[in-house]
């Protein structure tokens, strides 16, 4: 099939705004839950963007693993061009593509680095592979080859042979806290439902629907 004519039909039961809950980390937590039920693929997985030095948007994918008031937290190398961008400017949005179930998420906020402890927890839950390679992988610089990693990575076993490995301290968390969320589902004849969450001045959210 061209890729012109591909076409999903959207037959799903819709969204109401009586259905929603009034605070878009439980609608979110609701969704993420029925996604998960449903053998969507890495359904912790979103798409962030930041915002570049150049001016433009930079996208890519992260895990989220934690989420709470505070909002989505996930982890990444403190160097990478995401975290240097992140540190500069302090925004970012996020997109949640549950496609087996015709959603997606989308979220504005600002982002903080997690506290160290949080990070240090996390960190120390991970198989060690994974640890080792933070400490092997200098994220988003330009490497000669795959060599260079696995040279790294011998280094990291050597020195962390026999005892835990640290936390790298280029390694650790953000927290990106919504200001905006929007939960869209899709509906035939391209009619989808679309809700809007705004944060108010006094803490709480103001929900309205969009035309899709
Ligand atoms: C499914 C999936 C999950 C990913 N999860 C993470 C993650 O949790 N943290 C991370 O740093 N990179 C993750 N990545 C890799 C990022 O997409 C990206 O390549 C990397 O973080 C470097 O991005 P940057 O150069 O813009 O900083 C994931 C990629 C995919 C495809």
Known sequence: MSIRDRRVQYETAGLERSELDTNPIAQWQRWYDQAAQAHVAEPNAMTLS???FDGGPDSRIVLVRGVDESGFAFYTNYDSAKSTQLVAHAQASAVFGWLDLHRQVRVRGTVAKLAERVSDEYFA???????LGAWASPQSQPIAGRDELLT???????RFSGRDVDRPPHWGGWVLTPHEIEFWQGRPSRLHDRFRYVLQPDASWFIERLAP
Do not use: K, M, N, V
């Open 152 to 158: 790294r990575l011998a280094e990291a076993e050597q």
């Open 50 to 52: 930041t915002i570049g």
């Open 125 to 131: 839950s991970r198989p060690r592979e994974s640890q």
